[in-house]
T-cell receptor
Framework: AQSVTQPDIHITVSEGASLELRCNYSYGATPYLFWYVQSPGQGLQLLLK??????LVQGIKGFEAEFKRSQSSFNLRKPSVHWSDAAEYFCAVGLKGYQKVTFGTGTKLQVIP | NAGVTQTPKFQVLKTGQSMTLQCAQD?????MSWYRQDPGMGLRLIHY???????DQGEVPNGYNVSRSTTEDFPLRLLSAAPSQTSVYFC??????????????FGQGTRLTVV
């Protein structure tokens, strides 16, 4: 069965600083990988996905993620964080596309002025 | 375009009561699923469906039933509510396949409290 590990429960960054959120997955076949963002009291919004092809994936809101098969990682990055990026971020892996997606436990991002 | 609509947004149940959480999507998505979200545990898959008349269990199916009589609707039934089912429930829909045009959407969630 697939699994996802997000080792950081909370991360605090200064506005304008760079951000990297870590994600490691365990899956026997080609993974389908996702990053979602959840603002307080809201549903989840897809930031980006990796299905195949270029291992550097661009998403919405200036986010990108890099798939590294050798490290089983799919870390999320943003070069300059804005206060509005404060939210909880979930990494996820799918069985086939969006089917039977398994989520990590999430990383809460706090942005300080 | 409404996307994924969940009702109700909030619900309080007494232990032993039953209820149905509604989920509807208007994007003609084949795949629909229900998750529960608990603090520190992320989202866990309860049940899913790949089309009308087809459902299957996810990671935490006990105490829940689903049916899929139409493409648009995927209700989640709590048979006999227990305090352990206090959670936030999310419905999601997506297209099948792995092409670049596939998409997925989540509803706004239902916050359920069982007392």
């Amino acid at each position: 069965a697939q699994s996802v590990t997000q080792p950081d429960i909370h991360i605090t960054v200064s506005e304008g600083a760079s951000l990297e959120l870590r994600c490691n997955y365990s899956y026997g076949a080609t993974p389908y990988l996702f990053w979602y963002v959840q603002s307080p009291g809201q549903g989840l919004q897809l930031l980006l996905k990796y299905f195949s092809g270029d291992t550097l994936v661009q998403g919405i809101k200036g986010f990108e993620a890099e798939f590294k098969r050798s490290q089983s990682s799919f870390n999320l990055r943003k070069p300059s964080v804005h206060w509005s990026d404060a939210a909880e971020y979930f990494c996820a892996v799918g069985l086939k596309g969006y089917q039977k997606v398994t989520f990590g436990t999430g990383t809460k991002l706090q942005v300080i002025p | 375009n409404a996307g994924v609509t969940q009702t109700p947004k909030f619900q309080v149940l007494k232990t032993g009561q039953s209820m149905t959480l509604q989920c509807a999507q208007d994007m003609n998505h084949e795949y629909m699923s229900w998750y529960r979200q608990d603090p520190g545990m992320g989202l866990r898959l309860i049940h899913y469906s790949v089309g009308a008349g087809i459902t299957d269990q996810g990671e935490v199916p006990n105490g829940y039933n689903v049916s899929r009589s139409t493409t648009e609707d995927f209700p989640l039934r709590l048979l006999s509510a227990a305090p352990s089912q206090t959670s936030v429930y999310f419905c999601a829909s997506s297209s099948l396949g792995t092409g670049s045009g596939t998409e997925a959407f989540f509803g706004q969630g239902t916050r359920l409290t069982v007392v």
